[in-house]
């Protein structure tokens, strides 16, 4: 790029950081220190306000970057994602939103423990949306350093790559530390005003250029894709053999599934005052998530047939540029005032959903790392001490229970820790598709963290035992099944190129995960010593249907 574009791009990108760190500040300054504060924002948010931040938080790099430059890469094929994350939102509609407010409070462990009061099953469920959040920000990560690398023209991937991972993952600590929810939730809004912003001008871009024809836009798409009509056909990329069409349909399971169980979109839930406030957050969304998803389909087939599918393929080959190259290309090209000014505005935007982003999954992280494996390990010990003291063994429980680090504090730290582990991992995965890896996050919610929701609010049988056969024997699947699947090893394209100890065949592994999740669930509950309590499954059930008793 020129130094025009790099110019522009950063001082636009700067703008927006001076921008969100003032609503950090302004929202730091409301803060008064309580979780309630600083999880949920103090519940304060009307539904169009939480509709427009769900949009923020879902409408990610994966989907801005990654999605369009599959389409643009593999064409019928990669549509299958903006379908899938649409229809996903189905399922958090009808089977999630408005039961999660009503018995939960800042995280998923809340709705479980609500009926199952069992501490090992809180620590399970924390460690489950830890992990489903480490993988969702790796693939920010990514987006952030493809972005930095073409704007800086820097196409091998180390400095700029590393500065733009580090300074992201910096500023989401910032974010999250210094606002909590507060300012997470107005940075998702301006966030998600910005994108569709952006995205509905490039697509009405688009349809100029073609004069409004959407059949000339797919025979162009196709005719400078490299693959002839085959672009607009089902196969292109899952098409190959057996194990192709198994990971179609497994990327598709995990998709439509995974929503409903990520942590950050849960957290969303609790932001607003009542349950019917959270159902009507999510009719917002999905207008909002659903015009987005029709231009993300029409960009990445704008970028197939402008830019081309062999210069989108050389400047990234995972097609996580295709976007910002397409708006060059609609401004005029490299050398025009209209390109450069396009370009700059679409990787600001762009730089833009990923802070974003990153805010609210980090946000959500740190929450569970506090409010569920802190909390459990820190009562468990007062516990202890107190069974101790009741034998004359040990001292009162009583200084330990109420002395030590608040949760908010250990919220705080744990966003930093989070922060670092999200930049090294994103660092090594630098060269794999964004929504690649979110369809991977997006399989690992689906496989434990729906399963155990889903039977926590559904079947009067769950038991203790259930829900943690069900949480790790879905997490424990499904991230196995990665690590040794050829995302990691076996292949060019893997995380570890250089060796191959593969012996999963498909890339994603939702098919089989999501199943073994579910069926851990039962199993552990049908062979469960200890009966389920239908006393505390009535009172789960009349607080989901009613709100009675919610926070």
């Known amino acids: 790029m020129t130094g025009e574009h790099q110019k522009l791009a950063l001082l636009l990108f700067c703008a927006f950081v001076a921008l969100t760190l003032g609503i950090t500040l302004w929202a730091g300054r409301r803060r008064h220190g309580s979780p309630e504060e600083f999880y949920a924002g103090g519940r304060l948010f009307t539904p169009m306000e939480n509709g427009f931040a769900i949009s923020g938080d879902y409408m990610s790099a994966a989907s801005f970057l990654g999605i369009s430059g599959l389409i ?150 196709a005719g400078r894709s490299g693959h002839g ?92 540029t295709a976007v910002p190259l397409l708006a060059l290309d609609l401004g005029g090209g490299a050398a025009s005032a209209g390109g450069t000014i396009l370009f700059a505005v679409v990787a600001a935007v762009a730089f833009a959903t990923i802070l974003a982003v990153v805010a609210g999954i980090t946000l959500a992280s740190s929450a569970s790392v506090a409010h569920d494996l802190y909390a459990t390990v820190r009562r468990s010990r007062a516990r202890r001490r107190a069974g101790r003291a009741a034998t004359g063994k040990g001292p009162a429980a009583a200084g330990e229970a109420a002395g030590g680090p608040g949760e908010v504090a250990v919220a705080r730290v744990a966003a930093a820790v989070i922060g670092a582990l999200a930049i090294g991992l994103g660092l090594l995965a630098r060269d794999l598709n964004v929504a690649f890896l979110v369809g991977l996050a997006f399989a690992v919610a689906a496989s434990a963290n729906l399963p155990v929701l889903l039977y926590t609010l559904f079947w009067r049988r769950f038991t203790a035992r259930g829900a943690l056969w069900s949480l790790y024997g879905g997490l424990g699947p499904a991230v196995l099944l990665v690590v040794f699947s050829p995302v990691v090893s076996g292949g060019p394209d893997a995380l570890f190129p250089g060796v191959d100890f593969h012996v999963f065949p498909l890339q994603n592994p939702g098919l089989v995960s999501v199943p073994l999740g579910f069926l851990a669930g039962w199993l552990g509950t049908v062979t469960s010593a200890e009966p389920a309590d239908p006393v505390r499954h009535a009172k789960t059930e009349v607080r989901a249907l009613t709100g009675a008793g919610a926070a």
């Open 229 to 320: 009509q085959d672009f607009l056909a089902p196969g292109l990329a899952y098409g190959g053999g057996l194990a192709d069409r198994l990971d179609f349909l497994s990327l598709g399971v995990a998709l439509v599934l995974g929503t409903a169980g990520l942590p950050h979109i849960l957290a969303r839930f609790y932001t607003v005052p009542t349950a019917t406030s959270a159902r009507r957050s999510v009719v917002w969304s999905i207008g909002l998530i659903g015009g987005f998803y029709l231009m993300t389909i029409v960009l990445g087939f704008a970028a197939a047939a402008l830019v081309g599918g062999d210069a989108v393929r050389a400047d990234d080959p995972s097609g996580n």
């Open 72 to 221: 643009a890469l593999h064409g019928y094929d990669g549509v299958l994602y903006s379908v899938g994350f649409l229809v996903a939102w189905l399922v958090v509609l009808l089977l999630v939103a408005e039961l999660v407010r009503n018995c939960g409070r800042f995280t998923l462990a809340d709705v479980v423990v609500s009926r199952l009061r069992r501490p090992r099953v809180r620590f399970a469920a924390g460690i489950s949306s830890v992990t489903v959040s480490v993988l969702y920000l790796v693939a920010q990560m990514v987006g952030a350093g493809s972005l930095v690398s073409l704007l800086a023209g820097d196409h091998t991937g180390t400095a700029a790559r590393t500065a733009a991972v580090a300074g992201v993952g910096a500023l989401m600590v910032t974010y999250v530390v210094l606002g909590g929810m507060r300012a997470t939730t107005w940075i998702q809004i301006v966030k998600a005003v910005l994108l569709l912003a952006g995205a509905l001008t490039l697509t009405v871009l688009v349809l100029l250029r073609f004069h409004g024809d959407p059949g000339a836009l797919l025979d162009a798409a």
